[in-house]
Every structure is written in structure tokens, then in C-alpha cells.
């Protein structure tokens, strides 16, 4: 288990206060403490914001159409970011997808990694 420290302040108050929270290190440590379902729940809320913001930012182009900003939002993939001239694959999405196409296990992955972070 992994604690994050954060911090919030109040643009009303001026106020800002710092704690300790733990939400696991790794997705496994998150579903153990906070359940598949709450997980999930919290990475679709995330995946639809940023869904939006790759529409909004199209919009936001007047030489782009509200086809292209439908395209945008519809074709968004958590982990691939887009910047200009195209598309630039997240390391963590690229094995995502290994893992779901069956093409490598959760466990090869876990191995590998713990064998290059310890090499």
C-alpha cells in the first residue's frame, strides 16, 4: 500500500490543509481496499472527462467541425495521447492491451517489472 499526500485549498478562504490517503499502489491494492465496482466507477468518470475534453478541444478549433469533434470524443482511448500531427501510445495502455487481447498475462507483466525494478 501506497500513501499519497494531498493538498486543498480554499480560493474562498485562503485555507489549505495536507493529509495522508492511501488508494493502494497498484489497481490490484485499489480493488482490495475500495472494491471492482468503486474502482471502475471512479476510472469511467475519469475516461468520460477527458472523453469530453478531447471533444471540447476540437470545438474549440473554428476551423474543426462538430463531426470532428464527435470523432474526437467517440474514438478517445484512455492512455493514448494526441498532440498535433497524431497519436503517441501510454507504455501502461500498450501492456493494458497486451493483457486483454491475451497476449501477455498480468502475471508476465508483474514479473518483468519486478525483474527490471530490481535488476
Known sequence: MANATITVKSPKTGREVSFERDFGSNIEESVQLFGSEVVHSVFTAQATIRAQGAARSVLDKEDKSVEDALK?????????????????????????????????????ILAELDKRLNA
Not at 81 to 96: E, H, I, M, N, T
Open 72 to 108: 474526437a470524443g467517440e474514438t478517445y482511448t484512455p492512455g493514448v495521447v494526441r498532440r498535433g500531427g497524431g497519436s503517441k501510445k501510454d507504455p501502461f495502455s500498450v501492456l493494458a492491451a497486451k493483457i486483454n487481447s491475451g497476449q501477455l498475462s498480468q502475471e508476465e
